[in-house]
């Protein structure tokens, strides 16, 4: 199974696709989706839905992990980044891959243990659990890749519930 995890935002939107087999996770491939400053909006976000299909296209993933918007003080910044999570789930909801979203919080307690663990604990986590030679970078894709780690983490649960029904 491939999943791919997205950190939404209009300046740099943060992937990491990550492949289950048996019980060994690797990760594929991971980055970021960057935008030119100064662009209008529309521009930006037609970026983000066009790059997002490249990807999708080129790993096609079964299921997919979007971190939900952290409401920030600045409510300018909000609404762009909601603006981005709502192209993403557009682009995955029309290319038919399945949408799971967790706060950033859900997925720092996942992956880290911790809910309010800082952006280094939780990128050395990351590349300790996928044993990696050195901490992805930039901040923002490591951030997708831990809300991929944390999607593939509760797939036994629901695929034991399933089998009970």
Sequence with gaps: MKIIGIDPGTRTTGFGVIEIERDHISLLDYGCI???AGLDAHVRLSQIGSDLEKLIKKWRPD????????????VKT???VAQARGVVLEKLNRKGVR???YKPSEIKEIVCGNGRADKKALQKMVQLLLKL???PK????ADAIAAALCHASKIPLRENI???Q
Excluded: C, G, Y
């Design 138 to 141: 930039p901040d923002d894709a």
């Design 63 to 74: 299921e997919a992990a979007v971190e939900e918007l952290f409401f920030a003080k600045n």
């Design 162 to 164: 399933r089998s009970q």
């Design 99 to 101: 949408i799971s979203e």
């Design 78 to 80: 909000a609404m762009s």
């Design 34 to 36: 960057k935008t030119e």
């Design 133 to 135: 030679n050195r901490i």
